[in-house]
């Protein structure tokens, strides 16, 4: 099973700005859909946003407008700018990637905090 490495979680106040990162190593070459998912305490896991290899994206409606998911293909990375925090954006952030092989992995989860 490939594991993910994510990096970028922290505390930050609210208004403020992170970066989260999740790199895949350079041993996986048939990467397609990268995405971000998030479960705050008490709840299921949910979409935050995904990002085609073609570079279509995806968002759930909560993090429209503030969220923005990129990807870096030659590093085999995707990425989550985080803007305008507010409290309610307080989770475990979680890395995904699906493969041409129709493979799935999850990376081991960063938490982001978002208070004052």
């Known amino acids: 099973q490939v594991q993910l490495v994510e990096s970028g979680g922290g505390l930050v106040q609210p208004g403020g700005s992170l970066r989260l990162s999740c790199a895949a190593s350079?041993?996986?070459?048939?990467?397609?859909?990268m995405g971000w998912y998030r479960q705050a305490p008490g709840k299921q896991r949910a979409l935050v946003a995904t990002?085609?290899?073609?570079?279509?994206?995806n968002y759930a409606d909560s993090v429209k407008g503030r969220f923005t998911i990129s990807r870096d293909n030659a590093k085999n990375t995707v990425y989550l700018q985080m803007n305008s925090l507010n409290p309610e954006d307080t989770a475990v952030y979680y890395c995904?990637?699906?493969?041409?092989?129709?493979?799935?992995?999850w990376g081991q989860g960063t938490q982001v905090t978002v208070s004052s």
């Open positions: 990002i085609s290899v073609g570079g279509s994206t």
């Open positions: 995904r990637i699906t493969t041409t092989r129709s493979l799935l992995y």
């Open positions: 350079r041993s996986i070459f048939s990467i397609n859909t």
